[in-house]
Each structure stands twice: as C-alpha cells, then as structure tokens.
C-alpha cells in the first residue's frame, strides 16, 4: 500500500527554520516524482519544489526560490524540504505528493499528482 507521511512542521519566527519530511511506506521513490504543495486557508493549494526521479532534476515556486531546498535521501525513501528564512507568508499546511518519474513543466499543478499525505501544519509567527 502505497502511503506517504509528513512530518516536521511547526510553530517558528519569521526568519526561523524548518525541515519538513516525506515518508514512503508500500514503495521506494525512485520511480516517482515527489512534489511538496501547500495550502493557506481559503487559498488554493499551490506547488512548493518537486524534485523528479529520473535525474534528480529539483523545481521550485519563485516564492520558494533562495529560501527552500528539496532532497532526497540515498535509500530514496524519505523527501526532505529545508525552508530557511521564513515569512508569516509560508504558514500553511504542508503536503507531499508522488507522480510517475519526472515533476515536468507543470509540475506545480496538484491534479497531476497521485498519492497524498495527510500534511503537516507549518506557522510562522512571532
């Protein structure tokens, strides 16, 4: 069975630091795309970074750009997003999703993702 865990969200300053995590159970990643999304209230969901499985080629929202960084771990099994330099503006809740291989052009549309995690609560505040 296919699954996928967030974690690592949390309550942070503006400035702070969080590493979110992606968890696959039921699968490796290294056929699939792992994209991070996420979601304000009353607002859209929106991509974050992905990064693909054919050539570890990594995309990032001009919002993420300088501030974010998507890896992925050597057993391919966890996805990491470090957010660095956060803004009240990033509080959301944070989700990672999985598609076959590559992120592609539009990768930063959800409808093109599969399998979902739960998310994990990410609020920046002072």
């Known amino acids: 069975q296919v699954q996928l865990v967030e974690s690592g969200g949390g309550l942070v300053q503006p400035g702070g630091s969080l590493r979110l995590s992606c968890a696959a159970s039921g699968f490796t990643t290294e056929h699939y795309a792992i994209g991070w999304f996420r979601q304000a209230p009353g607002k859209e969901r929106e991509g974050v970074s992905c990064?693909?499985?054919?050539?570890?080629?990594?995309y990032y929202a001009e919002s993420a750009k300088g501030r974010f960084t998507i890896s992925r771990d050597n057993a391919k099994t966890t996805v990491y997003l470090q957010m660095n330099s956060l803004k009240p503006e990033d509080t959301a809740v944070y989700y990672c999703a999985t598609r076959p291989f590559a992120c592609g052009v539009s990768w930063s549309a959800p409808g093109r993702f599969g399998s979902w995690g739960q998310g994990t609560q990410v609020t920046v505040s002072s």
């Open positions: 990064i693909s499985s054919t050539n570890g080629a990594t």
